[in-house]
């Protein structure tokens, strides 16, 4: 398990992973103790089990003030780009967009926030941005909810792999949601989108279920990136029993394929209703009908 260091408390939730130029990094949501605003850690590693704290994603920008969080990442061409969300009004959070050279030192979109979705379809708010590259073209899923703001649900777009992937750049694949709750673990909310692309198809790993209510993970797949259907009625990765580190949520995935094919899905748990979260990882696989399972956990669930 992976928490963040003393000075922010034990609080690293929303993981996203990337191998950029020989070294893994990994970007997280953190929150200053000092000031209570919510943030952007970074940390690295040679191994995907020892990680060492990099700071934080600095917030200088207007529409950062009251924080930034949920990060994802996607490497495209020699630049690690990284988008993540702002907080304040729930219908005014938008997507935001970095880039770096060496995975630590960004340089932020100067038209921040980029994306935000119409609000014919949802309430006009995106959060948990989540980058695949899939069939030449750049995918970005997203949470945002209903009009009534009680339901949350997956939406998306779609840019050129040769853009800046600046404001402008992005499409919405849809002016309806792509996947909403609809089991009854799931409760209220689908969020967290994380996808990988095996053996031609897109997979996207969720969290269902708002957090600790309990938010467990379920999955999904796609031919073209646009239409989902649920591999599973029940949650791939389900919470822990009473009394373990994740008996109040397994959430938040995030899947991140190695160079060497390996799959691994990174998450968020707590076993005290949010007060505390730490982030795991277990090894996945496909089999030969191309279904996702669980060759081994970090820390059995």
Known sequence: MYFTNERLGSHAKDPAVVKFKGKYYLYYTVRYTDVNKIGVGIASSDDLDNWTDLGELPITM??????????????????????????????????????????????????????????????????????????????????????????????????????????GSFSQISNQSLLSPELVWEGECIEAPATVVNNGRMFMFYGGSYNCTPQQIGVAVSDDGKFFRRVFAEPFIRCGKEGSWNSSESGHPYAFRDDDGKVYLFYQGSSDKGRTWYLTKCLIDFDKDNIPYVVKYDIEP
């Open 62 to 167: 207007e529409c950062e003030k009251v924080g930034i969080g949920a990060p994802g990442a996607v490497i495209i061409g020699d630049r690690l780009h990284l988008f993540y969300q702002t907080y304040g009004d729930f219908r005014t959070n938008a997507i935001c967009h970095a880039w770096s050279e060496n995975g630590t030192d960004f340089v932020k979109d100067k038209a921040n926030p980029i994306f935000r979705p119409s609000a014919d379809w949802c309430c006009g708010r995106a959060i948990d941005a989540d980058l695949c590259v899939f069939n030449g073209k750049l995918y970005m899923y997203f949470a945002t909810r209903d009009h009534a703001m009680k339901i949350q649900k997956i939406g998306g777009a779609v840019a050129s792999v040769d853009s800046d992937l600046s404001a």
